[in-house]
């Protein structure tokens, strides 16, 4: 079956940092994107950032773009999130997901996140004075 194992989630300053693991297991991690989504309290999803399979391509959202970085190790079968420059607006549950896809899909203008088939169970991460 398949598994996505978050870890590393907490709570920081502002300004902080941290760094969020994915592990997967069951399926072939190497071939499939994988994105990180968040949901803020009384909010909506929203992809941070998502990786193409081999991980030379990435894409973040406007609201993390140049603090955060999205890698993975496909020998280790982990997806990573380096949070930099934290900001209370950062406080959410973050999930990992797998794509049905190689490649990174353009999240729609609806926001749907259709192409994501597994979610690991959320790490909460909560940027507070």
């Known amino acids: 079956e398949v598994q996505l194992v978050e870890s590393g989630g907490g709570v920081v300053q502002p300004g902080g940092f941290l760094t969020l693991s994915c592990a997967a297991s069951?399926?072939?991690?190497?071939?499939?994107?994988m994105s990180w989504v968040r949901q803020a309290p009384g909010k909506g999803l929203e992809r941070v950032s998502a990786i193409n399979s081999g991980g030379g391509s990435t894409t973040y959202a406007d609201s993390v773009k140049g603090r955060f970085t999205i890698s993975r190790d496909n020998t280790k079968n982990t997806l990573y999130l380096q949070m930099n420059s934290l900001k209370p607006e950062d406080t959410a549950v973050y999930y990992c997901?797998?794509?049905?896809?190689?490649?990174?899909?353009?999240?729609?203008?609806?926001?749907?996140?259709?192409?994501?088939?597994?979610w690991g169970q959320g790490t909460q991460v909560t940027v507070s004075s």
């Open positions: 997901a797998k794509s049905t896809e190689s490649t990174i899909v353009v999240v729609s203008t609806h926001g749907g996140l259709y192409e994501y088939d597994y």
């Open positions: 069951g399926f072939t991690f190497s071939s499939y994107a």
